[in-house]
């Protein structure tokens, strides 16, 4: 088993001493003086809502960080239908890419910031950083078994469990940072999720109502659900 250090102290003045993401992504591995390094490498942008990071098809040439904010990632088939592949949260990075150009899109959900790096300069400091390599590819590793559980959700599975197992997947998440938390924010809409989850806009509206008639969850609002029976709605995920 891969053990990784993470170097958690940076002095007050070190350029991503207020990173609030840099315990939870591929980056954490460096220490102080490797980080400062790495971080000239590179610069920040940010991105309104709707705003595309890059388009399908686009050259796959830079490498971006999320730090704040959501991504939905997309791809559009010929037929003009869509299909979203994965949401994206701080701590995620993305664009590294098989060939040389992107198989999808990733455009802001919310107010987007994000570190950028030629791709070019970011392969040329990784092949320096083994531990950073190291890093890269247990992230890949478990991209990879999330896309095959997604075969699992959209071949087999119900409507009630794949809006389940998204609820859960999400849940999952928010716990790593805060144990023991039961609110989840969706900041996606209902279609992004139906075209994530292969229904319709409908469809996940009408769970999300069952869910909530039989007490798993409380709609808060559209973008804040309240899972009051982790339990339950774990049974509804596995069938």
């Known amino acids: 088993m891969l053990t990784v250090t993470r170097h958690e102290n940076l002095p007050a003045d070190h350029p991503c001493a207020g990173c609030e993401i840099r315990m939870r992504t591929f980056c954490s591995v460096l220490d102080a003086s490797e980080l400062e390094k790495f971080r000239c490498q590179g610069s920040t942008g940010r991105l ?10 686009d050259p796959a040439d830079v490498i971006f ?15 003009g239908r869509r299909q979203v592949t994965g949401f994206l949260f701080p701590g995620a990075f993305l664009g590294l890419a098989v060939r040389d150009v992107h198989a999808f899109s990733a455009e802001a959900i919310e107010p987007v910031e994000v570190c950028r790096y030629s791709r070019s300069r970011f392969d040329a400091f990784v092949d320096e950083h083994p531990r950073m390599e190291r890093e890269l590819y ?9 896309a095959r559980e997604q075969l ?10 794949r809006l389940a197992t998204f609820l859960l997947t999400l849940l999952k998440r928010m ?13 996606m809409s209902r279609l992004d999720i139906a075209d994530y989850l ?6 996940v509206s009408r769970v999300f109502t069952a869910f909530k008639t039989t007490g798993l969850i409380r709609l808060l609002s559209d973008d804040q659900v309240l899972v009051l029976d982790c339990a339950k709605l774990e049974c509804v995920a596995n069938g």
Do not use: C, M, W
Request: aromatic share 4%.
């Open 152 to 161: 699992v959700l959209l071949g087999r599975k119900t409507a009630n469990e």
């Open 198 to 203: 292969g229904l319709t806009k409908e469809t």
């Open 48 to 57: 309104d809502p709707g705003r595309p990071l890059f388009h399908q098809g």
């Open 138 to 146: 247990r992230i890949a590793a478990h991209e990879l078994a999330l």
């Open 175 to 187: 716990r790593e940072h805060e144990p023991g938390a039961d609110l989840i924010r969706l900041p």
């Open 65 to 79: 960080n999320l730090t704040k904010g959501s991504l939905r990632l997309y791809k559009l088939l010929p037929d």
